[in-house]
């Protein structure tokens, strides 16, 4: 099973946590993670190398070329990791005609075989729609797409990559971002909306992006059915989106301690890395889906 | 290392979670499970003993003889299984000289061999007091026991059995019932701070049962110490007190989502028991640790 992961330094130590609820979750699966990256050190990627690697999966490094983004708009170059899942099918080796990009602030506390398995051979994508009351309407008017289906989240995307290679043009991605530039709240989540919603699989949120900040919206609005019983027998992907995450210093959420476990299976592991609070990072410099809101 | 659990068919389940809980956080023990019990079916005996031997650990059931409280007063008889955790002494093997006992109730999520090495030679027990403003008071005034130190909770106690089979005296505790029959609220744990405060050697509360109710308070009067960091890393021991228990529907609480992980690698394992929602107990059939409030 093909995975791919974009990030930088900051979200290191997340990423293993990430991956190590992959594996744990999924005992019977091989993984090849694809690192897209274009700022880690070596070190970093060794480190990553060594979990992936001990826990009997392969890890495969794409460095993104300094050239990749010359034909983006100036605008666009600043944040440009934001973009990295977009364009990966440019550096995804051709053997690689399917692969699932997973958001480093999720947990995998379910098999992932039926979501890797699903016929996406008439899509691009197959995502899950956050749909809650009013958000659909106010992204729609903000992007003047008013042939929006749903507001697809972009954390985690199942992707059909022998598709993309013919039917994604990139500078009809950088025409995008230009012409809304000064719009763009989820710059990638933008374009994979007004772009692609027609070409996306729409997925159950409860079950393969499950927004760990809805835990009890998600309750009410099914009438009590999606509670914690249902996230531990169905949900495969919790996604702890929004900004505070569960790594840092007085995060508190429903999810927090399901969080901090997989955390200590990591530290028991490999040690303490360096935690956000102690790198500080530059805007630009943090990873595309942890700068949601 | 030996581990008492007494129980009755409604806390199977729980069992179940929290022995998981033990085995995985402690791979490299090896236990011993006493279960004593008077009421369980042999279907049930089975299955916690297929499920202990599973997991590389030996079962050995003491049955609770029906003569076993023929000496004890009338009010005691109802609700013996509160006091099997006291006089567990008398049915346990010779050859065994410490024993750690455990309220269905728990998590077990670090290692306990240091707590099980502690020495007692000098004590009838180690347990951890819970002490909360105006609790130890309030306790004091209606248990006539001024000169109690601390208000042990019950629901985890390291036994040194050598020295109780000398010391600990069914009579005394007889008495002490009858006594006090109509103020007693938790009786086990009103018998243990009575009789036996002097004996009991001091734990963190903290560390060896954590009152998962009060994270908040605890986080509070440590300025901030005693957070989810500090639980992973330190806390040995979760403990589920109070009436609303995280297998209820609609428990909310900071560890409901740890609880149910726990939970699921059960349900994996063995499937579905019947839970307490299914069964109809009557009062008495309840579980000692699991009437607290």
Redesign the interface.
């Known amino acids: 099973m093909n995975i791919l992961v974009t990030l930088n330094s900051v979200y290191v130590r997340p990423l293993l946590v990430m991956l190590k609820s992959l594996f744990m979750s999924n005992p019977q699966e091989q993984f090849t993670v694809f690192l897209m990256h274009s700022s880690l050190s070596q070190d970093e990627v060794a480190a990553i190398d060594g979990f992936v690697t001990k826990h009997g999966h392969k890890l495969q490094v794409l460095h993104v070329p300094d050239d990749f983004f010359s034909n983006a708009p100036v605008t666009m170059r600043y944040s440009k990791e934001m973009y990295y899942r977009l364009l990966a099918y440019k550096l995804l080796p051709p053997e690689v005609d399917k692969i699932l990009y997973l958001d480093p602030d999720i947990l995998v506390?379910n098999t992932i075989s039926k979501l890797y398995q699903t016929d996406i051979s008439d899509y691009l994508f197959a995502a899950s729609f956050h749909k809650r009351i009013l958000a659909k309407e106010l992204n729609m008017v903000r992007l003047n797409a008013y042939d929006m289906q749903e507001y697809y989240n972009s954390g985690v995307l199942l992707m059909n990559v022998s598709r993309q290679r013919h039917e994604i043009d990139e500078r009809q991605i950088f025409e995008f971002i230009d012409k809304y530039k000064n719009r763009l709240v989820l710059p990638d989540q933008d374009v994979l909306n007004s772009l692609y919603s027609d070409s996306i699989l729409a997925l159950d949120e409860t079950i393969y992006n499950f927004d760990t900040r809805f835990y009890h919206y998600y309750k009410l609005v099914s009438n009590g059915t999606v509670?914690?019983?249902y996230?531990?027998?169905n949900t495969c992907i919790l996604h702890f989106c929004g900004k505070k995450k569960p790594w840092h210093?007085?995060y508190?959420g429903?999810?927090?301690?399901?969080y901090?476990?997989y955390?200590?299976q990591v530290t028991d592991e490999v040690g303490l890395l360096p935690t956000e609070s102690e790198v500080s990072p530059t805007p630009m410099q943090l990873a595309p889906s942890l700068l949601r809101t």
Chains 1, 2 share one sequence.
């Open positions: 506390i509670d914690m019983d996230v531990f027998k210093k007085n508190l429903v999810f927090l301690s399901l901090k476990y955390e200590k």
